[in-house]
């Protein structure tokens, strides 16, 4: 039971993931061209917390399997679970990469 609740629980952490991943764009792409100062500092604020964002639901997925009975000894599980949550943000990078990385790379974000 708890190997599907945890099935069930990245499964909701999907369109969260999207979303954040959308905003995050966004704010990036809207910080560009504001300037240096807000390109490299406010950036790396909004990295910072977008990263804190990404590993949220591991984090609460844990919580929330050990709550519910699961055990990480079990390495079946831990691999199970590892890969779910990996599987969780695979939507929201394929989604980036098909519509941002183009404009996210004309903004100077990664060097060439």
């Known amino acids: ?23 995050y764009v966004k704010i990036q792409l809207y910080l560009s061209r504001k300037g240096v100062v807000a390109k490299y500092l406010l950036a790396s604020i909004i990295f910072s917390i977008f990263a804190c964002f990404i590993v949220s639901p591991m984090i609460l997925g844990i919580v929330f399997a050990r709550e519910m009975g699961g055990s990480f000894d079990d390495i079946s599980f831990f691999t199970f679970f590892l890969a779910c949550f990996a599987l969780s943000q695979a939507p929201g990078i394929l989604y980036f990469n098909k519509h941002y990385i183009k404009r996210m790379k004309s903004q100077e974000y990664w060097r060439r």
Do not use: D, E, N, R
């Not at 039971?1 to 905003?23: E, K």
């Open 1 to 23: 039971m708890i190997w599907m609740l945890t099935l069930l629980f990245f499964f909701l952490c999907v369109p969260f993931l999207m979303v954040g991943m959308v905003l």
